[in-house]
């Protein structure tokens, strides 16, 4: 906080160890955080100490139900998400974070159990415009609140215009993502510095949006 950062989102997705506590295949241990469905109380152990830090407005937490990265087993959503979000009910989080990892199974599921404002994205395959109407179907069907982008935003630096004017959208280059310099990380041309070999086809999205 001191860094002027507004909050933390703690991470228990993807198969890192916060999540490794959630994962039937992953938590082996024999003591008492070794009950991953009936009780994930090593995850709320985490969010309190990080809300009691820097308060539970600006605490936030990310999970990724139905990821399989990391050597996680998880088919669907399971009811240990269910018992993690009741556990964390009433202790005022900015948002749960749930990533979608395939169809909207786990927003469907997780929605109704959560009453404060909820924080979605999309982690799968498909075409970088999808990404975006994706993002309005699940909006415009109340299943989350606001939608993150991560991937398309790093392609197109001037992600919000580009939505706005229903322009269309950088492709996204894997080469240079996670290393090496500028190119393929910042090096995307903004909407006024285009030419028509940049782009990846016409979002749908209306203008208002």
Same mark, same amino acid.
């Given at each position: 906080?001191?860094?002027?950062?507004?909050?933390?989102?703690?991470?228990?997705?993807?198969?890192?160890?916060?999540?490794?506590?959630?994962?039937?295949?992953?938590?082996?241990?024999?003591?008492?955080?070794?009950?991953?469905?009936?009780?994930?109380?090593?995850?709320?152990?985490?969010? =309190?100490?990080?809300?009691?830090?820097?308060?539970?407005?600006?605490?936030?937490?990310?999970?990724?139900?139905?990821?399989?990265?990391?050597?996680?087993?998880?088919? $669907?959503?399971?009811?240990?998400?269910?018992?993690?979000?009741?556990?964390?009910?009433?202790?005022?989080? $900015?948002?749960?974070?749930?990533?979608?990892?395939?169809?909207?199974?786990?927003?469907?599921?997780?929605?109704?159990?959560?009453?404060?404002?909820?924080?979605?994205?999309?982690?799968?395959?498909?075409?970088?415009?999808?990404?975006? =109407?994706?993002? =309005?179907?699940?909006?415009?069907?109340?299943?989350?609140?606001?939608?993150?982008?991560?991937?398309?935003?790093?392609?197109?630096?001037?992600?919000?215009?580009?939505?706005?004017?229903?322009?269309?959208?950088?492709?996204?280059?894997?080469?240079?993502?996670?290393?090496?310099? $500028?190119?393929?990380?910042?090096?995307?041309?903004?909407?006024?510095?285009?030419?028509?070999?940049?782009?990846?086809?016409?979002? =749908?999205?209306?203008?208002?949006?």
């Amino acid at each position: 906080m001191a860094a002027g950062f507004d909050g933390v989102e703690i991470s228990a997705a993807y198969g890192y160890l916060v999540h490794q506590f959630l994962s039937g295949n992953a938590n082996q241990r024999t003591d008492g955080y070794a009950d991953h469905v009936r009780f994930a109380v090593e995850v709320v152990e985490v969010v =309190e100490a990080v809300a009691a830090a820097i308060g539970a407005d600006r605490t936030a937490l990310r999970v990724s139900p139905g990821n399989s990265l990391n050597d996680i087993a998880e088919s $669907a959503v399971p009811p240990r998400y269910h018992r993690l979000l009741a556990a964390l009910d009433g202790l005022g989080l $900015a948002y749960p974070h749930v990533v979608q990892t395939g169809a909207y199974a786990a927003l469907e599921d997780l929605r109704p159990r959560w009453r404060g404002t909820l924080l979605a994205t999309y982690d799968g395959p498909g075409p970088s415009p999808g990404g975006v =109407e994706r993002a =309005e179907r699940a909006l415009r069907a109340g299943l989350a609140d606001v939608y993150a982008f991560g991937r398309l935003y790093l392609a197109n630096p001037d992600l919000p215009l580009r939505v706005a004017a229903c322009a269309p959208l950088n492709r996204m280059r894997g080469t240079g993502m996670y290393g090496g310099g $500028a190119e393929g990380c910042t090096d995307y041309p903004f909407l006024e510095a285009r030419s028509e070999g940049d782009f990846d086809g016409r979002c =749908e999205m209306p203008a208002t949006v």
